[in-house]
């Protein structure tokens, strides 16, 4: 199947500062692509669709101004965590779907926390 | 808005047996039906998708049925393996969205 790398892998940073993650489709072109959250033994929440060439669109309830969200070519997407809060740790994922198909295919995904 | 529930949060078997996964969604009955592997600390990976047309789908050890009048989908593992423990999602699609129920997680002894 095809491959979504997601980096960083983890990350721990101070409270106040931002973090970027970075979603790249690597073997083929991912017009959309979708941020997720997930905390400890829940589901898999969406946060936002990320567009190529668009702005995103986000859930309801995430802050757009709090998770900026670029997608700037059509394999690569990326998300910054802006002004971080111990509250925002959690686990991150992309994924990006080939218009061909239905099925998708997730990054890695990346264990922020911020302390 | 579409609901998707998994009958349990974990389930432990022994090795060489079938695990069987329930998941029940509400409102309306999707195109199709998808089931996604996650390991700790790791994104989901595809394992099967089932059409709402398609009564049963397999995969290797693993056996998909759909009833969209039950609005229910089994996950069957066969011949279980401790390879196999690891927790499992369905999902549908909603407006080219995935929604994902919560998981079960599977873990097989030896």
């Known amino acids: 199947g095809a491959v979504v790398s997601q980096h960083p892998s983890w990350v721990i940073c101070k409270s106040g500062t931002s973090v970027k993650i970075e979603c790249r489709s690597l073997?083929?072109?991912?017009?959309?692509m979708f941020w997720y959250r997930q905390f400890p033994k829940q589901s898999l929440m969406l946060m936002a669709t990320?567009?190529?060439?668009?702005?995103?669109?986000?859930e309801q309830g995430v802050e757009k101004d709090k998770f900026l969200i670029n997608h700037a070519s059509l394999t690569l997407s990326t998300l910054t965590v802006t002004s971080a809060h111990p509250e925002d740790s959690s686990f991150y994922i992309c994924?990006?779907?080939?218009?061909?198909?239905?099925?998708?295919?997730f990054g890695q995904g990346t264990r922020l926390t911020v302390v | 808005s579409q609901k998707i529930e998994q009958n349990s949060e974990a389930l432990n078997i022994q090795e060489g047996k079938t695990a069987t996964l329930t998941c029940n969604y509400t409102?309306?009955?999707?195109?199709?039906l998808q089931w996604y592997r996650q390991d700790p600390g790791r994104g989901p990976v595809f394992l099967l998708l089932?059409?709402?047309?398609?009564k049963e789908k397999r995969k290797e050890r693993l056996k998909v049925t759909f009833d969209t009048t039950l609005k229910q989908s089994l996950f069957h593992i066969t011949a279980s393996q401790p390879a196999d423990s690891a927790t499992y999602l369905c999902?549908?699609?909603?407006?080219?969205?995935?929604?994902f129920g919560a998981g079960t997680t599977v873990t097989v002894r030896a």
């Open positions: 073997d083929f072109q991912a017009t959309t």
């Open positions: 990320s567009n190529e060439g668009s702005k995103a669109t986000y």
């Open positions: 089932i059409r709402e047309n398609e």
């Open positions: 994924s990006a779907r080939d218009t061909r198909n239905t099925e998708a295919f």
């Open positions: 409102n309306y009955s999707p195109a199709y």
């Open positions: 999902a549908l699609e909603v407006h080219y969205k995935l929604s």
